[in-house]
Nanobody
Framework: VQLQASGGGLVQTGNSLRLSCAAS????????MGWFRQAPGKEREIVAV???????NYADSVKGRFTISRDNAKNTVYLQMNSLRPEDTAVYYC??????????????????WGQGTQVTVSS
């Protein structure tokens, strides 16, 4: 199984980025897929995930600014990030797993991880 993340970069406050995560070796529609992030000195945290039944779950800090979507035909999940803020700066990781609904926000319930892509937002 491989998750290939792309789309990170350096942007100014208020700008947008779109992350992509292409999965191979698994059928993405059978998995909850999404994004977590980790800033220096902080724990890994959920950004957004989409379940097998297309239930969406967002961190409170990104609601209204970020949108997660999936294209099962392409085995790919996307994260559209708008109105970026300096506090969004982190390494963003794509993940896939089969957590229960109650544990959907817990990073340690995900089996497969991408390599991480850096997002830096300058003020």
């Amino acid at each position: 199984v491989q998750l290939q993340a792309s789309g990170g970069g350096l942007v100014q406050t208020g700008n947008s980025l779109r992350l992509s995560c292409a999965a191979s070796g698994l059928i993405s529609q059978h998995y909850t897929m999404g994004w977590f992030r980790q800033a220096p000195g902080k724990e890994r945290e959920i950004v957004a995930v989409v379940s097998q039944t297309s239930t969406l779950n967002y961190a409170d800090s990104v609601k209204g600014r970020f949108t997660i979507s999936r294209d099962n035909a392409k085995n790919t999940v996307y994260l559209q990030m708008n109105s970026l803020r300096p506090e969004d700066t982190a390494v963003y990781y794509c993940a896939a797993g089969q957590p229960t609904l109650s544990a959907i926000s817990s990073w340690n319930m995900y089996n497969y991880w991408g390599q991480g892509t850096q997002v830096t937002v300058s003020s």
